[in-house]
């Protein structure tokens, strides 16, 4: 029932914090300085440069290439997890979705040695000055997180039936027992703090990529 | 109702604070950092902090604990966002794609607003530039004239005029009389406002985050420049440049009615095109150093390289960083004054390297660089003998006495 209670107030939160920033960014001023309106490639062309500036990371890329090598990889898998641990949560998937699950089987296995291969890139340079507290909680996080799902799927396998029962349940407010493991139990709980400390960035990184490239196209 | 922190915030300084990812590669190029190494004064804590107010005042944390910040930290952050340099750097390097040159301004902005800076003697700015028309507080009479080149012809109106800028005109004349020699070379018929018109251009208060004034100025000076029938607005700071072409049209509320241009871009265009030749050549080994808001502000950075390759026998080396990536001299942020050591620091680490590179001379495009490294290489050993770029090219073109 806690782990219930829990997920309702986590909910509840990220529910507000999104309410909010919407809210925020809304009200801001959206009025930009002339130089970035009128400069540039044309419209079509700008998209597509941007749009791959974006998936691959191309600015990491430029400025610290055994670093972009862990990001690129940990964001990559991160997304395809996410997107496999879909099934638990939507029903009627379509079939095609297997692929994206098998994509995403690969993916919980690199994404705990790109994390660690980050720390080791980071370390490699400062330790002390390199590593902000806040990344570093959240990598340590990420690696919990996805050695507990690893050892779900290959060592002590759920029952998909189970954990899907009561994840839908708490959405549909059809409330299912908690599947009987301490490992899920674990990894569900620090995925709803994942959730609580998702970086802002996963949603405004994009937008403020894809600005940069503007930007950089300015000449005068 | 309090003032809140998105305030004075656009939609895009808005995204990037959210942006940041606190990777914290910009702490290996900020060259605050270099030389003091305080992580608390860094890019990625600057906004992290300023991320903390926003979160304590304007979030679900407000609503729980109270919208109190601590008079300390706001004081704090007042400080490192004042002690940075606005070189931009850090927003080059940045995964994550923050502007940074645009953005501390603004947070600037926000503290002088909450009555917390700006710091030292640029509290005073806007109200010497109100009285002399630049933040130095120099006689506007004494603006052209200590260094204006003899029979040098200023047009009434001509589609081609020249700002000099305040720093230059009172803090590196060798530069601006080489800016004007070159034009003259050219043989272009040029104009430019007379002294007391001539005001500064907006910059220091910009970066400042003293907003007040700039409208006023902007319009003032735009209009000037519009009534003398000027097509092309040449000018050789880079920041009067930088806030020229990509800040006066905010504050004019449209398009210029002129181009702004910067003097290497017309000295290239001129050799390019047979108005300016250069028969002497030069053979020094020359170690050019990009402006920050010429190189990461404007993307002018093939075109002063371009004219020192133009000179015969001239061997062109590099700093380890340049281009986009350049090491601002110090100077920046109209911090110089307030930080100085900091601003020394950093003008003795380009000092070093160019030195170590073996370079005759170093080629400064900037009239705070050129103040900045020349006061940097007092009381210390390593000497490098500095020259602007224009001051450099009119040596060349009219001999040593120019
Ligand atoms: S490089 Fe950019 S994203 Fe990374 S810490 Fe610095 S400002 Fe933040
Ligand atoms: S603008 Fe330059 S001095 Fe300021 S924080 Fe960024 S890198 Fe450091």
Known sequence: ?220 | MKRTFTEGLGRKELAEIKACTQCRECLRYCPVQEVTGRVEISPSEKIRIYRDFIERTESLRALITGRDIPEQLLKDFTRAVFECTTCGVCGEVCPAGIDTQRLWPLLRREMVKRGLGPVGGQAEMPEVIRNTGNPYNQPPSERYRPWFPDETEIAEKAEVAYYVGCTGAYQAQPMVRGDVLILKAIGIEFTMLKEEEEVCCGFPLFITGQHELLEGLVKRLVDAYKNKGVKELVCSCPCCVNMMAKDWPFYYGKELPFKIVHVTQYALKAIKTGKLRIDHGLEERLIYHDPCYLSRGVGVIKEPRDVLRSIPGVELIEFDRWGRLSRCCGAGGAARKVFHDNAVAIARLSIDEACHRGADRLVLSCPACYEKVNDAMKDYPKKVRIVDIMELLSEIIYGQNA
Not at chain 1, 26 to 34: G, L, N, T
Not at chain 1, 97 to 116: A, Q, T
Request: aromatic content about 16%; some cysteine.
């Open chain 1, 1 to 220: 029932m806690i782990v219930i209670v829990i997920t309702y107030i986590v909910l509840i939160i990220l529910y507000i914090k999104g309410v909010m920033n919407v809210f925020l960014l809304c009200r801001a001023d959206s009025k930009e300085s002339i130089y970035l309106r009128e400069k540039g490639y044309p419209a079509p062309l700008i998209y597509l440069i941007s749009f791959i500036d974006v998936i691959f990371f191309r600015r990491l890329f430029r400025i610290n290439k055994p670093l972009w090598l862990g990001e690129w990889l940990f964001h990559i898998s991160f997304l395809f997890v996410i997107l496999a641990h879909l099934r638990f949560l939507l029903i009627g998937l379509p079939s095609w979705w297997s692929h994206i699950v098998c994509i995403g089987k690969y993916g919980g296995i690199v994404m705990p040695f790109s994390l660690v291969y980050i720390l080791i890139v980071r370390a490699s340079i400062d330790w002390r000055r390199y590593i902000s507290p806040g990344n570093l909680f959240l990598i340590l996080l990420l690696i919990l997180i996805s050695l507990s799902g690893l050892f779900m799927r290959y060592i002590n396998r759920m029952d998909i039936i189970d954990v899907k029962a009561f994840v839908t349940g708490i959405f549909t407010f059809n409330l299912q027992p908690l599947p009987d493991s301490r490992v899920f139990v674990f990894h569900y709980l620090l995925g709803l703090v994942l959730l609580l400390y998702l970086p802002s960035h996963v949603m405004t990184a994009p937008i403020t990529v894809a600005e940069a490239r503007r930007r950089e196209e300015f000449r005068i």
